[in-house]
């Protein structure tokens, strides 16, 4: 069902853009189905309103130069903190172990001022869900899926012809080819051959 990814692409775009319309200082959203197929174990959601203002948050801090996060972006810092408040978004009393403020959470204001937003956003969420778990016969779930999972960011190895190779989120990679710039052909995810069941 290849009409779901850009209605859900269409809805995170006018997300962000209602985003924007409060914080004009955030930056565009360059490619917003590339959330599509992609969780965050350091935001620490799914894809959702929530994941995306946390999403905002990173890029107003970008565009202010400001420096959200460390250890390779897993820990959000007080920074990030400053500005997710900023959007409307609570956080914990003390910053998680390994991954800092990251677990924020919508406001009851932040949840009045989008709640259509939300809405919509929410009902694209779920069409997207349906028609892509019910293609099972011809998808690839990866290792997450036989491991109960959600998978959102479970990267695997996908390879060309010429022996390149890169780590890719397999639902990315089914929205659209990611072409080698190498020799120019597609990126894909090799068979698993005599793959132990459980």
Not at 22 to 47: F, K, Q, R, T, V
Not at 165 to 190: E, H, Y
Request: with cysteine.
């Amino acid at each position: 069902m290849s009409t779901t990814p850009p209605v859900l692409a269409a809805e995170l775009a006018g997300a962000w853009a209602d985003i924007q319309r409060h914080h004009p200082e955030l930056p565009d959203l360059a490619a917003p189905e590339s959330l599509i197929g992609e969780s965050s174990s350091a935001c620490g959601h799914e894809l959702s309103f929530e994941r995306l203002l946390h999403e905002a948050v990173h890029g107003i801090a970008a565009a202010r130069g400001v420096r959200d996060t460390s250890r390779a972006g897993r820990y959000h810092n007080r920074r990030f903190l400053a500005i997710a408040e900023e959007l409307g978004l609570d956080h914990p009393e003390e910053p998680h172990p390994s991954s800092g403020f990251s677990l924020v959470t919508l406001s009851p204001e932040a949840k009045r001022r989008y709640r259509p937003t939300i809405e919509r956003l929410t009902r694209a969420l779920k069409a997207h869900t349906a028609a892509t778990t019910t293609d099972t016969a011809r998808s690839f779930r990866g290792p997450a899926a036989r491991h109960g999972s959600s998978g959102g960011g479970v990267r695997v190895k996908a390879v060309c012809d010429c022996g390149r190779n890169v780590r890719v989120v397999p639902s990315v990679l089914a929205q659209a080819p990611i072409v080698c710039g190498g020799c120019g052909k597609p990126f894909r995810i090799p068979e698993v051959v005599g793959a132990a069941a459980g």
